[in-house]
């Protein structure tokens, strides 16, 4: 089950390692902020960006909720337990769980709870076909084709709509554009 921290945006890093060492270990299984690899332009030239898929939240997964809810009063950067009901705090709904599994990948292999986990949302490759519509060849695009809103193909971004803690929420994730189809 992922649980969810609100933070102040900009500290996410800093609430991680403090949840790191800070909450004992045997509380939860992952701690984690979800990054999306983006491309922009800077002076003509794309650059590969990492940024935060959701700025303001981190993610926790445990099975043990009681003793994580007691371990985080120790964690000073916390803003805000999401879906708090009386003492304790809900889980992410099971759908809003399934996508972001879908759509993230583990960046470098698996590493230990103790290393930096860095789990991203890779670049969806995409092609204008003759008919110039836009065709998701592959990557996290391909797992939420009904909720994307807007492609903007000069950015390299497209805007995808998603439930998240309840609510909808547009997402930003980065395209890598590929050639159009050579006629035979």
């Known amino acids: 089950m992922y649980y969810v921290i609100q933070v102040a945006p900009g500290t996410e890093e800093r609430t991680e390692l403090l949840i790191r060492g800070r909450v004992r270990g045997s509380a939860y299984d992952a701690c984690f902020y979800p990054l999306r690899h983006v491309r922009k332009k800077f002076h003509g030239e794309w650059k590969d960006l990492h940024e935060k898929l959701l700025p303001g939240y981190v993610f926790l997964s445990s099975a043990r909720i009681e003793e994580?809810?007691?371990?985080?009063?120790?964690?000073?950067?916390?803003?805000?337990?999401?879906?708090?009901?009386?003492?304790?705090?809900?889980?992410?709904?099971?759908?809003?769980?399934?996508?972001?599994?879908?759509?993230?990948?583990?960046?470098?292999?698996?590493?230990?709870?103790?290393?930096?986990?860095?789990?991203?949302?890779?670049?969806?490759?995409?092609r204008v076909n003759e008919q110039d519509v836009v065709e998701i060849l592959s990557g996290p695009l391909k797992h939420v084709e009904g909720q994307i809103k807007k492609i903007r193909l000069h950015r390299r971004i497209a805007e995808v709509e998603v439930d998240f803690m309840g609510r909808k929420t547009v997402i930003h994730l980065g395209i890598e554009l590929m050639k159009k189809k050579e006629e035979n």
Do not use: C, H
């Open 68 to 126: 994580l809810y007691l371990e985080l009063k120790q964690v000073p950067t916390l803003t805000k337990l999401l879906g708090k009901d009386g003492e304790l705090f809900v889980a992410l709904p099971e759908n809003e769980a399934q996508w972001l599994e879908q759509i993230m990948v583990l960046g470098g292999g698996r590493e230990t709870k103790e290393a930096s986990m860095r789990l991203e949302v890779g670049l969806s490759q995409v």
